[in-house]
């Protein structure tokens, strides 16, 4: 058994460039031997029509994607034969319309079409990297079409000369297409061409896939004229190595393709889709393209379970012409017939043993089955029966099939991720009858079984990627079908920090231009991050100021990065700018959680000369920036475990007013010491009620009212021992009062 969900191939400039780079660089590993894709459908030809049939050529360029040469001797049968096959999307339904003769190559050209790049060699080969072109007229060329039915597509043997089945006509051995497939007038029906080379050089390096990209298809327009002439449309470029079934899945998401491998032998591609009908029946289509198997295909059956009623059965093939078949015999074109037996919905052609011209489902051909059941679909395995004789055993696919279960299905099933900041999935769905309980599957796997009332659930933390979910309502013993959800979880953005600087203002002296400022740094994250608070390990921090009007003078610890007692704090300072440096602990194990503002650094401001004589003040805008410390830059960085992350920045301004000579001070040091403590808070105190001394009042106007009171001392008791308010700027460095009042300050002697 065989069943994996098939990727989409990439194109020329990805994969196949990728071999071809490899393969001529000699750093490829294994060998990939000849490797021939499509890769360009260029030219299309139009021949007219005869018994109502219309007759087409495709003009292809191949390429060789290898690391070897490949074989093009027109002598013998060491070359590529190229078939052309022709599809149509009708009402959301690929059938295949159309198929050719095989036209054998000869002389490959050594050009660069589709690679860029061709090592040369005779036309007798086409080198490693060489694309070759064959014009619609080419492979339309009646004398040089050979049939399909001498060809083994898994091995590329065929035999040399090839017999051809004798006959004439506009039409004869082209790609034919029946006038009543061909609606020029709706434009809603898209076409498609395409074409597939088979060789025995693929085969002969030991590669069983490397002829599972050979064919590609390309969308067309059918001309409401005479000839049903077609042409390519716009801005659709071949779909390399993509075969036509294909353009179901590209043009309607919901069809899924899996693979299915006959055991060492070719590939079948099998496509399905299921839709609802909304009367209570589903509608049930599949598709099978064999795109290299020798063995074909003979039957094809989707189990049914007991009591499920199956109409609109039907069938869609494409029909062989010109003669083709085996011995001289043409190929059958009976439809295959359809039995269901209670339990099995089985289509099958005539068994090889019978009839070795049976309308077997051949190479580079595909075949439609469907119907219409009143059951939704369900989990299923279908089985492939093979047409010719073989060691290998049915192709079994994973797919969907009716159910058997006839309880309503819950309805109107959502799957959301509803915050972008959280993985977590938010289902809703509403309960059309009761239940007993309700199973929620994500991918096949049991998540949650819930109380047959609920209509929602939410999975809280899902792997990233596409998730598949299934609600399936239980009553009893009977369980109604599972119905399902597909959502993309996406990962949440990455947290998102700002740091901040506090606006202020100094005060500088106009007769000398004398003064200062002091400002705050500040970190907050945003509480919408994923994950909020983060606990960060470490800063980097710079922030630049106006040279001509401030220049820093002195950085220290802001009160809860002082609080952690750094392992590593350093400031360099420059005339223009401060770079900071925190690290809490080099072992990682302390950290500043991120749930509330957290000031950072305390900087001191002093003015220059340039305000001397300046009676309107001035300001000075605090932006943090880059900044070049000695060779290397210093970023702003927030460091969350080991991982940077660049902030947001909330710049600052600093408004610079003119007044006395003030001498600057640190507020709440009522006694001048050096520190804030409980001797701070007596000293105020016995300032206002016993006469004492202090040497600068605006070190006891803690809450900067432009007033010293008994709140003054509370304000500092309260911060020393209840975790309240610090006092306002300048604190906790020295500087200037940033609030012009009456208060005098005669000395500071500790900010001298």
Known sequence: MFATIRRRPKTLTGLAIGVFLLAVSGSAGAQVGCDII????????????????????????????????????????????????????????????????????????????????????????????????????????????????????????????????????????????????????DPSIRYYVSS????????????????????????????????????????????????GIQAWQDNVPAVTIVEGRVDGEGLFLIAYNVTDNGNGTWHYEYAIFNMNSDRSGQSWSIPVPGGVAITNLGFHDVDYHSGD????????????????????????????????????????????????????PQAAVGELGLFKPGSAGNVLVDLLGPSGDFLDPVEGLTCVQTQPNSQAITLGWTNPISYTSIVVRRDGTEVATLPGTMTSYVDPAPPLGLNNYTVQGIQGTESAAQIACDVDVLPPPPPTFTFHVDDTVGSYDPANGVGGAVTAIHITEDPGNAGFPHAASGFSVGLANDANLLNPFEVLEGSNVSSLTPDFFSASIYDNAVAIGIVFDFFGVIELLLDSSNELAVVSYETTGSLAGNMTGASSVLTFETITAGTLPIENLVVIGTEPHTPNFDHGTVDLIPGGSTPQFVRGDVNGDGSVNLADAIAALQFLFSNGNIPCEDAADINDDGTVNIADGVNVLSYLFSGGQEPASPFPGCGSDPTADSIECDSFPVCL
């Open 38 to 185: 499509v890769c360009d459908l260029y030219d299309l030809g139009s021949y007219g029509t005869q018994n109502g049939i219309y007759a087409y050529a495709v003009g292809t360029n191949s390429a060789n994607i290898g690391d070897q040469i490949c074989q093009w001797q027109s002598g013998n049968n060491q070359h590529p034969v190229i078939g052309q096959e022709m599809f149509r999307l009708k009402d959301g339904v690929l059938e295949q319309i159309g198929i050719s003769f095989l036209k054998h190559g000869f002389c490959a050209l050594s050009q660069t079409v589709c690679t860029g790049s061709c090592q040369s060699t005779s036309c007798s080969t086409l080198g490693v990297g060489c694309s070759d072109p064959y014009s619609a007229g080419l492979n339309g060329q009646q004398s040089n079409l050979g049939p399909r039915s001498q060809v083994n597509a898994h091995t590329g043997f065929y035999p040399f000369p090839y017999s051809t089945p004798g006959g004439s006509g506009t039409i004869f051995r082209r790609l034919q297409v029946h006038g009543t497939d061909l609606e020029p007038n």
């Open 325 to 376: 078949g085996v011995n001289g015999v043409a190929h059958s074109g009976t439809d295959w017939a359809a039995v269901n037996n209670g339990s099995t919905i089985t289509w099958s052609c005539t068994p090889w043993a019978s009839n070795t011209n049976a309308n077997a489902l051949r190479w580079s051909t595909m075949y439609n089955f469907r119907f219409d059941a009143n059951s939704p």
């Open 196 to 243: 597939q080379y088979i060789t025995a050089d693929e085969a002969n390096f030991g590669s069983m896939t490397n002829d599972d990209n050979n064919c590609s298809y390309r969308r067309v327009n059918v001309s409401n004229n005479a000839n049903r002439s077609l042409t390519f449309v716009g801005g659709n470029p071949t779909q390399q190595q993509s075969p």
